[in-house]
């Protein structure tokens, strides 16, 4: 067995395709947003640390066929120095043996680059075998909460929209004809200065739901526009914005992943969602991927409104293998500990 490094875009989706068509996380596309994201904020000291290697794309391969690709960032946090695989590594086929090969060669390259620890997050079912497989190897379910989509709500799209109309919840079927009724516009755009307002709304949203804005938003649009596959939608009622979402096209899945929204008795959201979704059907996708919601039983979790508006469009929920960490070095205490008061403290 041997591990190379992958150059070409092609062999890398074709992979992912084949064998994890949900790992948006390990696309090619989002390695080129994380690059960019780090290389547009960097000053100063950050420069410095830019001239170093912070992401790899390995491929796994037995007798030169290739069997598993795992995309590797460097994170320079202040919690600690780690390797994060989001939503990897794949593999064509989980073997005891291809995931030792690959752990060796992680855990070598994390101690090259003074990492505390590696943190994997396939996705991978929850499932008492997969548990298994990873305490075998001496992992640490890590202690941050459920992220990257691990526990979603999804959406099949495989029915007549009347159909979907049908299932949902009754009061966001008759929300979605209200906005209608109502005039409530929905906006698709590929125009990066529309993506501006969002940026506006979307720190508005931050600021007012008390959560960190995610990093990299304007990387993440033109990387994937490249490609096709994401789409902004805005909700305007009388020509003012209330409403915003970006929506990545991936594979066979169409993500709700960034979302901002002002205060308002108007059901935009729910317009603009249903608007998404038969923009998926149209694109030929197999489902509408809601992303993270809260465990039922957590009561005070920061997700849990916009868990219940997520579950008001029918569908089904899907639970992955939480994030596993591997120790390199004894900070990795440290880290342990900060993660999980931060996850105490905010409710998750």
């Given at each position: 067995?041997?591990?190379?490094?992958?150059?070409?875009?092609?062999?890398?989706?074709?992979?992912?395709?084949?064998?994890?068509?949900?790992?948006?996380?390990?696309?090619?596309?989002?390695?080129?947003?994380?690059?960019?994201?780090?290389?547009?904020?960097?000053?100063?000291?950050?420069?410095?640390?830019?001239?170093?290697?912070?992401l790899?794309?390995?491929?796994?391969?037995?007798?030169?066929?290739?069997?598993?690709?795992?995309?590797?960032?460097?994170?320079?946090?202040?919690?600690?120095?780690?390797?994060?695989?989001?939503?990897?590594?794949?593999?064509?086929?989980?073997?005891?043996?291809?995931?030792?090969?690959?752990?060796?060669?992680?855990?070598?390259?994390?101690?090259?680059?003074?990492?505390?620890?590696?943190?994997?997050?396939?996705?991978?079912?929850?499932?008492?075998?997969?548990?298994?497989?990873?305490?075998?190897?001496?992992?640490?379910?890590?202690?941050?909460?459920?992220m990257?989509?691990?526990?979603?709500?999804?959406?099949?799209?495989?029915?007549?929209?009347?159909?979907?109309?049908?299932?949902?919840?009754?009061?966001?079927?008759?929300?979605?004809?209200?906005a209608?009724?109502?005039?409530?516009r929905?906006?698709?755009?590929?125009?990066?200065?529309?993506?501006?307002?969002?940026?506006?709304?979307?720190?508005?949203?931050?600021?007012?739901?008390?959560?960190v804005?995610h990093?990299?938003?304007?990387?993440?649009?033109?990387?994937?526009?490249?490609?096709?596959?994401?789409?902004?939608?805005?909700?305007?009622?009388?020509?003012?914005l209330?409403?915003?979402?970006?929506?990545?096209?991936?594979?066979?899945?169409?993500?709700?992943?960034?979302?901002?929204?002002?205060?308002s008795?108007?059901?935009?959201?729910?317009?603009?969602?249903?608007?998404?979704?038969?923009?998926?059907?149209?694109?030929?996708?197999?489902?509408?991927?809601?992303?993270?919601?809260?465990?039922?039983?957590?009561?005070?979790?920061?997700?849990r409104?916009?868990?219940?508006?997520?579950?008001?469009?029918?569908?089904?929920?899907?639970?992955y293998?939480?994030?596993?960490?591997?120790?390199?070095?004894?900070?990795?205490c440290?880290?342990?500990?900060?993660?999980?008061?931060?996850?105490?403290?905010?409710?998750?």
């Amino acid at each position: 067995m041997k591990i190379r490094d992958i150059t070409n875009k092609q062999i890398w989706e074709k992979f992912i395709t084949n064998y994890a068509p949900q790992s948006l996380f390990q696309s090619w596309n989002w390695g080129e947003t994380v690059k960019k994201a780090k290389s547009s904020k960097s000053s100063g000291r950050d420069r410095q640390e830019l001239k170093e290697k912070s992401l790899w794309r390995f491929g796994v391969y037995d007798k030169n066929n290739l069997i598993g690709v795992a995309q590797a960032e460097k994170i320079n946090a202040k919690r600690g120095v780690f390797l994060h695989l989001r939503h990897g590594p794949i593999f064509s086929f989980w073997k005891r043996e291809y995931l030792d090969f690959l752990l060796q060669y992680l855990k070598r390259l994390g101690k090259k680059e003074n990492a505390f620890f590696i943190r994997i997050s396939p996705l991978l079912a929850n499932s008492p075998e997969n548990q298994k497989l990873f305490k075998q190897f001496r992992f640490i379910t890590a202690p941050i909460h459920s992220m990257d989509g691990e526990k979603c709500w999804i959406l099949d799209l495989d029915k007549d929209k009347e159909i979907i109309l049908g299932s949902m919840r009754k009061t966001t079927r008759y929300l979605i004809r209200q906005a209608e009724k109502i005039g409530v516009r929905i906006v698709r755009s590929t125009n990066v200065k529309d993506l501006d307002k969002f940026l506006i709304l979307y720190r508005k949203t931050a600021s007012r739901q008390q959560f960190v804005p995610h990093k990299g938003i304007f990387e993440e649009f033109t990387e994937f526009l490249a490609d096709g596959q994401i789409l902004l939608f805005s909700g305007f009622y009388k020509e003012e914005l209330l409403a915003a979402a970006l929506i990545i096209f991936y594979n066979n899945q169409a993500i709700y992943h960034h979302s901002a929204s002002t205060e308002s008795k108007i059901p935009v959201n729910n317009l603009l969602i249903w608007e998404a979704i038969l923009e998926a059907k149209k694109r030929g996708k197999k489902m509408f991927n809601f992303w993270g919601i809260a465990p039922e039983e957590k009561q005070r979790h920061p997700w849990r409104g916009l868990t219940q508006f997520k579950k008001g469009f029918g569908g089904r929920e899907i639970e992955y293998l939480h994030a596993q960490d591997i120790p390199l070095s004894p900070l990795y205490c440290a880290t342990y500990f900060i993660e999980w008061c931060r996850r105490m403290w905010k409710g998750y």
